[in-house]
């Protein structure tokens, strides 16, 4: 049985269980173990089980996972067994460049929109659609049954068009613009912030270069 108090670390590794099971299924595997399967994700096999046991029971004992079975009910519980619509903020680099992500398409979330404030953006071609005026908003939230927000706005214009998609209707943002946004309770909210990201990189090396000098030092002694 499906539990609801699923800890965010287990939803943040249950796409990457599916990435993989996709990836043992265009191999043409039918069985996979826990073992193997938390092999490629990085994980310990005793937390790939623990994670599971979250969704439901999946599995047999000594045999492992069925991997067209275990991808359709990670898929469902993603909600990816249905399309989403997405719209867009900010027609720059990023903006522009989320449109022709194929990842998109291959699980159901389908970009319907791209809007921009830029009235020299407005009215031109990106991929396959035509960047609209964000005055628009609403409109287009309502007629294109917008589900997901994805703001790649600069950080001073962030706030603000989370609350335009939020009068609009949307329940759901990813936010690429570098600053924390606020949103009020029953709202999806994810940050994505590459220098985040990066600088969390750049501790590790760091601690990783800093071990080694300590080896050194250790083996002059």
Known sequence: MERTNVPNA???????????????????RQ????????????VQPAQLRKDLSYLGEFGTRGVGYEVEHLEFQLARRLGLTREWSIAVIGAGRIGSAL???????????????????DEKKIGKKVGSLIIQDMRDLERVVREEN??????????????????QLLKAGVKAILNFAPVF???????????????VELQILTFFLRRHS???????EEEVY
């Open 181 to 195: 946004i606020n949103v009020p309770e029953g709202v999806v909210l994810r940050h994505v912030d590459l220098a």
């Open 99 to 117: 449109l022709y992500y194929k990842g998109f398409k291959e699980r159901n979330l389908a970009i319907r929109a791209i809007l921009d404030i």
């Open 31 to 42: 069985i996979i173990s826990s073992h193997e399967l938390a092999e490629l994700v990085g």
């Open 10 to 28: 287990t939803i943040n590794r249950i796409p990457l269980y599916l990435r993989s099971l996709q990836e043992i299924k265009d191999r043409n």
């Open 210 to 216: 800093l071990m080694e000098e300590k080896m050194d």
């Open 146 to 163: 917008i589900d997901v927000g994805i703001i790649t706005t600069p950080a001073a214009s962030a706030q603000g068009v989370a609350d």
